[in-house]
């Protein structure tokens, strides 16, 4: 038995078991009420667990490499679930064989689109360099784009931030800006929420519509390849 | 599902040395994608691969189970935001604006071309 409380919570706030569990438990909450309002944009459960955790971390004074020592179970599985975006690509072949052309010449303006006004913006705005550096890769998914930002010599943390907020921002504004275009084909609007909100606008393109989400899936792994080579290659010609 | 989730990692494990050995300008698990994909459609034509997790939507469900959560996946790394409070605090509202003006701009480029694209090939085809 533990003398005090307190020392108690010394022990488990140190302890990956505990920072694991709220992760999951404050993501499945999250998870619900955007459930409950039948997947409302602005209910988007990574949002809400994102803030929801931090201001918990911020009030008990845990620092993130403690937190980060329990959630690196699930944030490792980033990983693994790239390489598992190969079974919707597999299943869906024919009908991507099929959309093929629109798709890649549609990938190439994306990735382009994604890159380059995200560094021209950038610099217009005046953010240092390294900040500039970081942001480049944020439409990809977070392990590629981390990766990416290694390989500048960047911050990779400051990339992941960044590519959260993308995805989070495209998730939320997806919907309401393809109804406005008057799009409704439904592998067009996947395609572009994968493109640019990776699997943040995946979970939600799926959320919508089935076939969004299979095109949604591949536009992600698509322009994970693509982005690796365009950033580097943007970088050099963009970059002060 | 434990061969399944073997068979995941060890395609990611192949990635990552490839792109380490070679050098290549590639993430592990985008070469791990490509393999597992080439893996599957190599089963179809020899039967002789499709035993273990390439049997029975072996290496389908756990793959599946794996995308289930996708969005789960970002919250630790999403997290990491209460490291960067003082740039966000300096730069915060550039970096968001970035971002916002960016996304919107690739999702309209992306549709746009997807549909304009998809037109155009339908029009051919009706000639």
Known sequence: MTDNPFSL???????????????????ASTDAVSLATRRHPLANPVLHAMWIIGAFLLLTGTSYTTYFAGAQFVHFLLGPATVALAVPLYENRTRVVASIVPMLVALVAGSVTAVVSVVLLAELAGLPRDVVLSLAPKSVTAGVAMGISESLHADPSLTAVSVILTGIMGAIIVTPLMNRTGVTD??????????????????????????????????????A??????????????VR | ?????????????????????????????????????????????????????????GVEMASKGLLAHLSLLFVPAGVGVVQKLDLLASHGIAIVLVLALSVVATLLATVLTFRLVSRLLRQQDAR
């Open chain 1, 225 to 238: 390849l693509v982005t690796s080579f365009l950033v580097p290659l943007a970088v050099t010609l963009l």
């Open chain 1, 186 to 223: 439904f592998r067009a609007r996947g395609f572009a929420a994968g493109l640019a909100a990776h699997g943040i606008g995946t979970a939600r393109a799926f959320q919508v519509d089935e076939i969004a989400g299979v095109f949604s899936g591949i536009a992600m792994s698509l322009n």
């Open chain 2, 1 to 57: 599902m434990l061969s399944s989730l073997s068979l995941i990692l060890l395609c990611q494990l192949i990635g990552e040395a490839v792109v380490r050995g070679l050098g290549l300008p590639l993430p592990g698990p985008v070469l791990g994608l490509l393999l597992l994909l080439i893996l599957l459609l190599a089963r179809d034509r020899f039967v002789l691969l499709a035993r273990g997790p390439l049997r029975n939507e």
């Open chain 1, 9 to 27: 919570w010394v022990y488990l706030s140190q302890s990956p078991l505990l920072w694991l569990t709220v992760t999951l438990l404050v993501y």
